[in-house]
């Protein structure tokens, strides 16, 4: 099913929603009207029984050129202090869902991603690149802070000065480096992205569902805590997990102990069977 919202698109295949910065005209920059429509798209993919795996990509030769200096700064700011934290908060708020998505999340960088793009490049669980891709915190470039949680993901992904280096200057890096660098898992030439894109999607699709919301949010949540906050965070986030999904790892257990149909080491259970 197709569904054109003028400035984001999506389809969903195979259980997998492809989510598209739609503005390619202008580089996928991100207006309030791009940061409202994602929020809508989100809405309505997140809980879809079709959908598995949510990959966020971009028409064109971007992935998004960051926020959109005459939409998102100077029209809004035009409107006050209201406009501007409205403005904010579309944005922000969209990311926020991202971050927190139900379902495991693949940024598909096949162009552009500057500023504030890495606010959903960081939200995206996982994130492949093409070797053509430009990546940058190219605020300072026009005079002002890599603020919207870019500073923030720079530092969450990056060595110090690797992060400091980046913002201060303003140089973008190709996706090979952003490889390197821990900004992204992967980068490929472009004529192979989707190919590779998908086949983590399917792998993640073959996984327990709820295990996998469990364990995206504990690998984003147990980096500020203790130790041993930590550990008592996962014994209960898997107690809670367990409520979702009573029989799931009673079955992986069983196919594996019992059964010996699989290797939990090399491979995923057959959560259909259970
Ligand atoms: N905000 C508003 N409009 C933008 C943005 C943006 N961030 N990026 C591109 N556009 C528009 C251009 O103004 C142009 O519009 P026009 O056709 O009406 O003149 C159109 O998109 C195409 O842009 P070009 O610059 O012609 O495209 P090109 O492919 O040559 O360059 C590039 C692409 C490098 C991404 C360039 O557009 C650019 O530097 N954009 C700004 C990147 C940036 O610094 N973003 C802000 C980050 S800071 C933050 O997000 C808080």
């Known amino acids: 099913m197709a569904n054109d919202v003028d400035t984001v698109s999506y389809d969903v295949r195979d259980g997998i929603a492809w989510l598209r910065f739609n503005r390619p005209d202008k580089r996928n920059a991100m207006s309030p009207t ?4 994602m929020m809508e798209a989100l809405d309505e993919l997140e809980f879809r029984e079709d959908v598995g795996v949510l990959v966020l990509t971009g028409e064109g030769s971007a992935w998004t050129a960051g926020m959109d200096l005459k939409e998102y700064f100077r029209e ?5 202090l209201k406009g501007v934290r409205r403005a904010q908060r579309e944005s922000y ?6 971050r927190w998505f139900q379902k495991p999340t693949i ?14 490049l ?5 994130a492949f690149a093409a070797d053509e891709s430009k990546f940058g915190l190219s605020e ?9 949680g870019a500073t923030k993901v720079a530092v969450e992904l990056l060595p110090f000065r690797k992060a400091m280096y980046h913002a201060m200057l303003g140089e973008p890096v190709d996706g090979k480096t952003a490889a390197e660098w821990g900004l992204v898992n992967e980068s490929l030439p472009l004529a192979e992205l ?3 894109v998908t086949e983590v999607a399917k792998k993640l699709l073959e996984k327990n569902p709820v295990a996998l919301k469990a364990t995206k949010d504990a690998v984003r949540r147990v980096g500020v805590m203790t130790y041993d906050e930590a550990e008592d965070y ?4 898997q107690e809670a997990a367990n409520s979702y999904d009573a029989t799931g790892r009673k079955e992986g257990i069983r196919q594996f102990i019992d059964e010996k149909s699989y290797k939990p080491g090399l491979g995923a259970y057959d959560k259909s069977r259970s």
């Not at 960081?122 to 996982?126: S, T």
């Not at 300072?140 to 919207?148: C, E, Q, V």
């Open 76 to 80: 809004s700011e035009a409107d006050g």
């Open 234 to 237: 996962l014994v209960r986030a």
């Open 107 to 120: 940024a598909m960088v096949n162009g552009w991603c500057f500023g504030g793009g890495y606010g959903p």
């Open 140 to 148: 300072i470039n026009w005079g002002i802070l890599p603020g919207g």
């Open 34 to 37: 791009l940061n409202r429509a």
């Open 194 to 196: 989707e190919a590779r």
């Open 93 to 98: 708020g969209w990311w926020r869902r991202l």
């Open 122 to 126: 960081f939200a995206c669980d996982l």
